[in-house]
């Protein structure tokens, strides 16, 4: 079988030839693993079975000083550490220029030349349009962890006004990503933390529920397919999520979601995405017992498809370069 076949039979919930997986890497521990094998183009050579193309036009970003980066939205984020994401430095929306606060453009031609391309030249690739801070991360990148957090008790209003513009900028994304030949989309937004849901199920089903339902379901009425990526112990949502219409759960962290038990309850209607641990495993277990672990996941979660093998998120800086080797052996091997 191909990857794409790989993929398709999974997301039947069918059994492929092997597990299909997919690795990435945070910055440094890319750079580590280049000088590991003594080969900068490694990541080439994986295997990986998606590919993956962003929603956010990173030739609008601009360097304002020294490891400070602004987005298309306006965002600053502070890169001299964390070099992947970062962290924000200002806030850019308040209750007072919600309304006006200026939005960029979903239909800027930077934005999909990379799309369009892999699109009309796609080949045995299983391509995905990815959109990151989707929603409830937008919202608070733009007006504050805090200060959305607290405004969903004190200022709704605020909230569902943020949301909703975020969400009609969105659904423009949406319908442009679909007008191609992709096969899905990825929508990153974390609600969780390591204990639960962060703003509670009450206020996610208040704020969060009914604007991903109207993203997802724009994506299935155009015959693609919906992954979503969101960190943290969420797994209580996992029967709104399906009745939503998602197909695949991502990161699947072992840390906090018990990934056998799920697989049980849910992976009838659900595919996962993740799970091989990058908290425990990656950076501080032997590379046999990296390999036991995988294996593990493979025939397990693996079995009668609906999983993608993969970390349970870039693969972090403080991972040992012969796990994540051992571990990719263990994929590649099957």
């Given amino acids: 079988m191909t990857n794409r076949e790989r993929v398709l039979a999974a997301l039947r919930h069918e059994q492929p030839d092997k597990t299909p997986y997919n690795v990435q890497f945070t910055i440094p521990a890319r750079e580590k693993m280049a000088e590991y094998y003594g080969d900068p183009d490694f990541e080439s050579k994986l295997g990986n079975c998606f590919t993956i ?63 369009e391309a892999a699109a009309a030249d796609k080949g045995d690739r299983f391509v995905i349009a990815m959109l ?35 969400l009609e900028y969105n659904l423009q994304v949406i319908e442009r990503a679909c007008s191609y030949d992709i096969d899905a989309m990825l929508f990153g937004d974390d609600w969780g933390c390591q204990r639960g849901i962060t703003m509670g199920p ?19 009425r155009q015959g693609k397919r919906v992954l979503i990526h969101c960190c943290g112990k969420v797994e209580e949502l996992f029967p709104e999520l399906i009745a939503m219409g998602v197909d695949v759960f991502n990161p699947f962290q072992p840390e906090v979601i018990d990934v056998y038990e799920a697989k049980r309850r849910y992976g009838d209607e659900l595919c996962f995405y993740g799970g091989i641990s990058t908290q425990r495993t990656l950076p501080y277990a032997t590379p046999q017992e990296t390999r036991d672990e995988v294996r593990r996941l493979l025939d397990t979660i693996g079995a009668n498809g609906g999983y993608f093998a993969a970390p349970a998120h870039s693969i972090p ?17 099957q």
């Avoid at 956010?56 to 490891?67: D, F, I, M, S, T």
């Avoid at 009450?202 to 299935?220: D, F, H, L």
């Avoid at 800086?317 to 091997?333: E, S, T, W, Y």
């Fill in 53 to 115: 193309f962003t929603c956010h036009p990173k030739a609008q970003w601009r360097e304002v000083e020294p490891g400070m980066i602004r987005d298309h939205f306006g965002v600053i984020f502070d890169r001299r550490k964390d070099k992947d994401i970062g962290v924000v430095a200002n806030r850019a929306v308040t209750p007072e220029n919600v309304e006006s606060y200026p939005f960029p453009d979903p239909h800027n031609p930077v934005i999909w030349e990379p799309i």
């Fill in 317 to 333: 800086a403080d991972a040992k370069p012969a796990n994540i080797a051992a571990m990719i052996d263990v994929l590649q091997g």
């Fill in 202 to 220: 009450t206020y996610w089903r208040e704020y969060i529920a009914p604007r991903v339902r109207e993203m997802y379901g724009a994506v299935k």
């Fill in 132 to 166: 990151g801070f989707s929603l409830f991360e937008r919202s608070w990148g733009l007006a504050g962890m805090e200060e959305v957090l607290m405004a969903m008790a004190a200022e709704p209003s605020f909230v569902h006004r943020l949301m909703d513009r975020i």
